[in-house]
């Protein structure tokens, strides 16, 4: 493969990686929040950016595996990724097909089970082919007819893919956020907060997965954002004020932090009530 048309692949595939890392946080806001409208306009997008990344690195439908196999060697992608799955996407890309199968195939009564979050287990009464979007938050798994599939499963290889584009691609971790390249998703490892900043005050969609993030820096969510399962002690906890400005402070905005330790770093805690 030519090294342009090369490096030009690898920058579309660091794209469709972050695309998925943004909707998966969207995807668990809107979960947090009860919202299900807003959780499948996450999942729907994330499994499609997941399919994406497949047919830039096998071709559609797995033609062009041959011609690719260079693009899959720089990124040490396997044939067993779970971002070689492509037929989840194919319920919601032909979607119309689905309900005509649904129309034809079903017995009477009719009806559809769609745009639901339950367990599986609940879903074993209903024909098969009137099961239609059901997220089980127990397993992370969405299903689709008989059809399940690992959403976490594909962040998590997604998010390993875009250190690996990033790192054949040399991105350098200081170049404004503005830049196309910029680093925003980071999965393992030391980050240090100050090398981000690049002489702001604040960090705009970050995705930070089982990292540990090194201060000093005291971290204030200014919009938005989904934390959990980080290891944070009262003695971390910094009470604010809302109305005043702290000199200092990191604002967060629209960030992802899971799964994280801190080293040196304080989080604002709003007045209680708020």
Same mark, same amino acid.
């Given at each position: 493969?030519d090294?342009?048309?090369?490096?030009?692949f690898?920058?579309?595939?660091?794209?469709?990686?972050? *695309?998925?890392?943004?909707h998966?946080?969207?995807?668990?806001?809107?979960?947090?929040?009860?919202? /299900?409208?807003?959780?499948?306009?996450? #999942?729907?997008?994330m499994?499609s950016?997941?399919?994406?990344?497949?047919?830039?690195?096998?071709g559609?439908?797995?033609?062009?595996?041959d011609?690719r196999?260079?693009?899959?060697?720089?990124?040490d992608?396997?044939?067993?990724?779970?971002l070689?799955?492509?037929?989840?996407?194919?319920?919601f890309?032909?979607?119309?097909?689905?309900?005509?199968?649904?129309?034809?195939?079903?017995? !009477?009564?009719?009806?559809?089970?769609?745009m639901?979050?339950?367990p599986?287990?609940?879903?074993?009464?209903?024909q098969?082919?009137?099961?239609?979007?059901?997220?089980?938050?127990?397993?992370?798994n969405v *299903?689709?007819?008989?059809d399940?599939f690992?959403?976490?499963?594909?962040?998590s290889?997604?998010?390993?893919?875009?250190?690996?584009?990033?790192?054949?691609l040399?991105?350098d !971790?200081?170049?404004?956020p503005?830049s196309?390249?910029?680093?925003r998703?980071?999965?393992?490892?030391? /980050?240090?907060?100050?090398?981000? #900043?690049?002489?702001?005050?604040?960090?705009?969609?970050?995705?930070?997965?089982?990292?540990?993030?090194?201060g000093?820096?005291?971290?204030?969510?200014?919009?938005?954002? *989904?934390?959990?399962?980080?290891?944070?002690?009262?003695?971390?906890?910094?009470?604010?004020?809302?109305?005043?400005?702290?000199?200092?402070? /990191?604002? !967060?905005v629209?960030c992802?932090?899971?799964?994280c330790?801190? /080293?040196?770093?304080?989080?604002?805690?709003?007045p209680?009530?708020?």
């Open positions: 493969m090294p342009e048309l090369l490096e030009r690898q920058e579309e595939v660091l794209t469709q990686c972050d *695309y998925i890392a943004l998966y946080a969207n995807a668990g806001i809107a979960f947090d929040r009860k919202q /299900v409208a807003a959780l499948w306009s996450s #999942l729907e997008p499994i950016a997941g399919a994406n990344v497949a047919k830039l690195l096998w559609p439908g797995g033609r062009l595996a011609e196999a260079p693009l899959r060697e720089t990124l992608v396997a044939d067993d990724s779970p070689h799955e492509v037929t989840f996407r194919n319920h890309e032909h979607i119309d097909n689905r309900i005509d199968r649904w129309w034809t195939e079903s017995t !009477l009564p009719r009806a559809i089970l769609d639901n979050v339950m599986e287990a609940m879903l074993q009464r209903w098969k082919v009137s099961i239609f979007r059901n997220y089980d938050p127990q397993t992370g *299903y689709f007819w008989s399940a690992a959403i976490h499963e594909l962040a290889a997604a998010a390993d893919l875009a250190v690996k584009a990033r790192a054949a040399s991105v !971790l200081q170049q404004p503005n196309v390249t910029y680093a998703t980071f999965t393992g490892g030391d /980050v240090r907060i100050s090398d981000l #900043l690049n002489g702001e005050h604040q960090l705009s969609g970050f995705t930070f997965d089982s990292c540990r993030l090194i000093p820096a005291v971290l204030i969510t200014v919009e938005g954002g *989904y934390y959990q399962d980080n290891e944070i002690t009262d003695e971390m906890l910094w009470q604010i004020e809302r109305e005043k400005s702290y000199l200092g402070s /990191v604002g !967060l629209n992802t932090i899971v799964r330790s801190f /080293v040196n770093v304080g989080w604002a805690k709003p209680p009530g708020e």
